[in-house]
């Protein structure tokens, strides 16, 4: 009798354990990530903004991304094509420790009204030294393949500074001219933000940043009387909850 007096208890802990496990692996969680900029330039002088929100588990989420360029004038900035007022939605699954697999649609407004939309589908995640990667492809309804490739690095200089170095580029296939994109490498734009978090959700930031368009896309964004490189002052803030 005392021996199964032992047992009992510790077969009911047990299940109690496996099924706080269980519960917990199927808890559901959600985040919000924004950015927003003042890009300062005596040339083309915008506001940048790139918002992310995720709802899901450890292994499967779903997630909604904004982004867009708009210039002093009110006019949307089509950056070569590679940018405009861009949604997202994605659906994604752990695939290793720190990668996601990720695959949606895209909606993208470009100025003067034109759209494009499209599938495109890619990976997210860290790469070594702690470098977060997030790589996409992508095909829209004229038939242009994209790759769009962005990389940050976050270095803590203090508790409360720290600097991120930044890089992002885009390639297409063909060119796509109502919209200013050309084909092969479209952009390139590298910089840093130096940003000092006043609590861990809230934290403004300066930067600089370098923006060359290349090839076809260079020639359309001078046709249409734009410079086809940039060198920017940031300002701008940063939130997360």
């Known amino acids: ?38 890009r300062l330039t005596s040339v083309a002088p915008a506001t940048d903004w790139a918002t992310s929100a995720w709802i899901g588990d450890d292994s499967t989420k779903l997630r909604l991304q904004n982004s867009g360029v708009v210039d002093d004038s009110g006019h949307i900035d089509n950056e070569g094509g590679t940018k405009g007022i861009d949604s997202r939605l994605f659906y994604s699954r752990l695939i290793s ?25 890619g990976v997210e995640g860290l790469a070594p030294y702690g470098i977060h990667v997030d790589a996409v492809l992508g095909v829209s309804q004229t038939g242009v393949v994209s790759a769009r490739l962005e990389a940050t690095y976050d270095v803590v200089l203090t508790q409360k500074l720290i600097a991120q170095p930044f890089v992002e580029a885009m390639l297409a296939s063909q060119d796509d001219p109502a919209i200013q994109l050309g084909s092969g490498l479209a952009r390139y734009e ?24 290349t090839g ?7 046709a249409g009387g734009g410079p086809t490189s940039n060198l920017r002052a940031l300002l701008g803030m940063k939130v997360w909850f």
């Open 1 to 38: 009798m005392r021996i199964t007096s032992w047992i009992a208890p510790a077969t009911l802990v047990a299940a109690i354990s496996t099924s706080a496990i269980a519960m917990d692996d199927q808890a559901i969680y959600w985040r919000f990530d924004g950015r927003a900029e003042k």
């Open 97 to 121: 420790d720190f990668w996601d697999a990720k695959a949606g649609v895209q909606f993208t407004v470009f100025n003067q009204g034109i759209t494009r939309s499209g599938f495109i589908a």
């Open 190 to 213: 590298l910089g840093l933000r130096l940003r000092y978090e006043i609590v861990k959700e809230v934290a403004p930031y300066v930067g600089v940043s370098f923006e060359q368009f």
């Open 216 to 222: 076809n896309t260079a020639n359309f964004v001078a």
